[in-house]
């Protein structure tokens, strides 16, 4: 069965960061497009990175390419998104995703869509920023 399992959200002062962390089970984890997403209390669900295991390729949305870093560890099956100098603003559950068939096209915002990803999604982690 597959499965996403997302850690490292909590508690941080503004301007503070954080390594969030995605692993994977039950997939194999080359083959798929792995996407950090964002939902705050009465927003929509936000992309914010993805990467291409395979290709190695990443996709920041433009709001966050500035402070967040996506990568992976393909030994670990895990996906991590470093995010620097945090915001209040930033505040939100943070989840992941994984989607196989999305590797058949070329990389780009279609990434970020959180609707493409029809496969798995993790459980989410809490990040809470204080002023």
């Not at 597959?2 to 301007?15: D, I, R, Y």
């Not at 395979?54 to 393909?74: E, M, N, P, W």
């Not at 939100?92 to 989607?99: K, P, R, S």
Request: charged share 25%.
């Amino acid at each position: 069965e597959a499965q996403l399992v997302e850690s490292g959200g909590g508690l941080v002062q503004a301007g503070g960061s954080l390594r969030l962390s995605c692993v994977a089970s039950g997939i194999t984890f080359e083959d798929y497009v792995i996407g950090w997403f964002r939902q705050a209390p009465g927003k929509e669900r936000e992309g914010l990175s993805c990467i291409y295991n395979r290709r190695g390729t990443t996709i920041y949305a433009d709001s966050v390419k500035d402070r967040f870093t996506i990568s992976s560890d393909k030994a670990k099956n895990a996906v991590y998104l470093q995010i620097d100098n945090l915001k209040p603003e930033d505040t939100a559950d943070y989840y992941c995703a994984a989607d196989e068939m999305m590797r058949m096209y070329s990389p780009g915002d279609r990434c970020l869509v959180p609707k493409r990803y029809l496969e798995v999604w993790g459980q989410g982690t809490p990040v809470t920023v204080s002023s």
